[in-house]
C-alpha cells in the first residue's frame, strides 16, 4: 500500500479563531486592514481562548499579519506549546481592506455615503468601498490562502487566527451560502470553530463554541 497516497487524502483539521476584541470592535469602527492591537477584554479573550486549545495537539498555527489577530495567534501558541516565532504569518489571511472606510464607523459610513452603505447592506458582491476590496474579491483571496495553507498539511491539526470576514467566507464554503446571501451565523471574538479539509471540499464540524468565555463575545459584521 502505497502509504504517502493515503495520507495526502487525510482531511486537515482546522481550529479557526478570530482575534479578541479592540477598542475599535468596541464602538463599531472600521479597521479593516489598519493595525489595530487588543484591548484588555480581547487580551483576556486570547488567553482564554488559548486555554481552551491546550490539549489540542496542534501541529502548527497560521496567523494573519495584523497585529490583533498575531497577538492572539501568541497566546494560543503560549498554552500550545508552540514556540511564538513558529507561528506562520499568511497575508492572505487579512481582514477585508475597505478603503477610505476604514477608521469611520459604521453609522459614518451611512451618514457620509449613504449609497455606498446601501449596496454594503445589501451585499452586492461586485461592490468596493474606494480603494478597498469588493466581497467577489475578498472571497477569491481567502478561498486561494485556505487551500494553500491546508493543502500542506493532510492528516494534521492546524490552528488559523484571523477576522471577522475571513471566518465569513470559511463559512460559506463549508455550508455552500452564496457571498450575496445575508449573515445568520456569529462571527463573535475568540470564538473557536471547527473543519475539516480536503481538496474535494471543506466540511463545518462545530462553530462560535464560546464556552470558554465567561462574558459573552462581541459579534459584528465587520472586521
Same mark, same amino acid.
Given at each position: =500500500? ?25 464602538? =463599531? ?13 480581547? $487580551?483576556? +479573550?486570547?488567553? %482564554? ?28 501558541? $503560549? ?15 487579512? &481582514? %477585508?481592506? #475597505?478603503? $477610505? #472606510? ?12 449613504? &449609497?455606498?452603505? !446601501?449596496?454594503?447592506? +445589501? ?22 490562502? !485556505? ?22 467566507? #470559511? ?30 471540499? !471543506? ?11 465567561? +462574558?459573552?463575545? $462581541?459579534?459584528? #459584521?465587520?472586521?
Amino acid at each position: =500500500m502505497n502509504t504517502n497516497a493515503v495520507s495526502s487524502q487525510s482531511p486537515t483539521r482546522i481550529t479557526a479563531v478570530r482575534h479578541g476584541e479592540t477598542a475599535w470592535n468596541a464602538i =463599531m469602527r472600521l479597521q479593516g486592514q489598519l493595525d489595530i492591537d487588543l484591548n484588555d477584554l480581547g $487580551r483576556w +479573550q486570547a488567553e %482564554r481562548a488559548g486555554s481552551a486549545l491546550a490539549d489540542s495537539a496542534m501541529q502548527v498555527i497560521y496567523s494573519s499579519d495584523l497585529c490583533r489577530a498575531h497577538n492572539t495567534a501568541q497566546a494560543i501558541a $503560549r498554552h500550545s506549546g508552540i514556540a511564538a516565532p513558529d507561528i506562520r504569518i499568511h497575508h492572505g489571511l487579512r &481582514e %477585508r481592506c #475597505f478603503g $477610505r #472606510f476604514e477608521g469611520l464607523t459604521y453609522a459614518q459610513v451611512g451618514q457620509l455615503h449613504p &449609497e455606498d452603505a !446601501l449596496r454594503w447592506k +445589501q451585499r452586492d458582491p461586485d461592490w468596493a468601498p474606494p480603494g478597498g476590496e469588493s466581497q467577489t474579491e475578498v472571497f477569491a483571496r481567502v478561498h486561494a490562502a !485556505l487551500d494553500q495553507i491546508a493543502a500542506q498539511h493532510a492528516g494534521e491539526h492546524i490552528a488559523i487566527v484571523t477576522h471577522g470576514g475571513v471566518l465569513d467566507v #470559511f463559512y460559506r464554503l463549508a455550508t455552500g451560502q452564496s457571498i450575496s446571501a445575508a449573515r445568520t451565523w456569529d462571527l463573535g471574538n475568540c470564538a473557536i470553530n471547527r473543519l475539516l479539509w480536503t481538496p474535494q471540499a !471543506l466540511t463545518l464540524v462545530g462553530w462560535a463554541d464560546t464556552g470558554h468565555l465567561d +462574558q459573552g463575545p $462581541r459579534d459584528e #459584521f465587520g472586521a
